[in-house]
């Protein structure tokens, strides 16, 4: 639900032309999963970051699966919303 609704942000309020998934599983104190979901939008405004449901849905639910969501504006521009996640021993 998270890469769900982080690809839902970015075509609802990005005004980019591309987004990119990138999926990762990451060896730090166990097998992590990282999947990062950025777009060439016109960025995060600041401002409005803890404003309405999205942003905070996402944070939200990654906690409850013990991970973190980090939200940047690269350099470059637009916004990466980056996901991480503990794998279960049994699990990939």
Do not use: W, Y
């Not at 769900?4 to 990005?14: D, G, V």
């Not at 987004?19 to 104190?29: G, P, S, Y």
């Not at 405004?45 to 699966?65: A, I, P, Q």
């Amino acid at each position: 639900l998270s890469v769900k609704e982080a690809f839902n942000n970015a075509l609802k309020h990005s005004r980019g032309s591309e987004a990119h998934l990138e999926i990762k599983i990451v060896q730090c104190k166990g097998k992590h999963l990282s999947i990062t979901i950025s777009d060439d939008g016109i960025g995060l405004d600041e401002t409005r970051r803890n404003s309405g449901n999205g942003l905070g849905s996402l944070k939200r639910r990654m906690n409850t699966l013990g991970g973190t969501c980090h939200f940047q504006n690269p350099d470059s521009g637009g916004t990466a919303v980056c996901l991480f996640a503990p794998l279960k021993q049994n699990q990939l």
